[in-house]
């Protein structure tokens, strides 16, 4: 009989300022449209919403954004019991407005996420958890939390966990120091039965631009399973031994917000269905599958507005139809 188990996601739980002024810079924005932010929150919304178990571990300021942000995740279902109230620094903040050529103006002014430090982890509750995912895009800029994260990371591994492992880059917060990035990354790489990357995350932290070669880095630093997901075209799927582009499905794409996370929310989710969740990710057929019907969740969000808010169920999924893309 399947089982499901809760799964863990630790990282920055943000205030998303979006610019909705047209082609405009942040210097003459002047309306701008509050949101909930934050890659691990997502995958956690998206486990909840297909029907799972999920907790998150975050801080956020003692402020009006951080209670936001807690009823936001609370509204979804998402178990907040492990967020942690801030009294010294205020919620993490990032404002973002769009040019028409696609550019964006971007500024990140970092708060109350950067200061979780292991003492403000339940190891009670964690232990109960049998996936940990780790998907922070701030998690790796600076201390306490990234040695809170790593340690996390390394300890959890080390009694058998099963780790997901997202690099998450953003260059805006990586200026000139893109290097210490892939240094960090790696790490994380080493120790991940499960990593989530993009092709440009792939090319940065593997050096190689081509999609299996760049796997095989993964693979020889330690991973044991790699998805890149290569957009329209679906994800390359490799578990060191077997590879295969699995299709996604054809969508009207009116906002890729949050896309990558709710892929890797329902891959996580798939496996915590699973009694012993190691084998059935080594089983490449049956990775093929998993990886479908996250390929369909992914896509899913790409039609509709919004990361949490354009979460869909599994019905969703299993009643979707394919819209030709215009």
Known sequence: MKV???IFCIGELLIDFFCTDVDIDLVEGHHFEKQAGGAPANVCATVVKLGGNALFCGKVGNDPFGEFLIN???ET?????MIVRDTQHPTTLAFVSLKADGERDFTFNRGADAYLQEVDIDKAK???CSILHFGSATALLQNPFQETYLNTMKSEKDIGKFISFDPNFRKDLWVGRVQVFVDLAKEGIALADFVKVSEEELEVISGKKDVLKGAKVFHDLGAKIVAVTLGKEGTFISNGQRFEIVPSIAVKSIDSTGAGDAFVGATLYQLAKEVDIKSASEDFNQLKQIISFSNK???LVCTKVGAI???????DVENIEEISVT
């Open 297 to 299: 969740v992914g896509a």
């Open 72 to 74: 936001t995740l609370a």
């Open 309 to 315: 808010s354009a979460l869909p169920s599994v019905a």
């Open 4 to 6: 499901s188990t809760s």
């Open 126 to 128: 964690l232990k109960k």
């Open 77 to 81: 279902k998402v178990d907040t019991s």
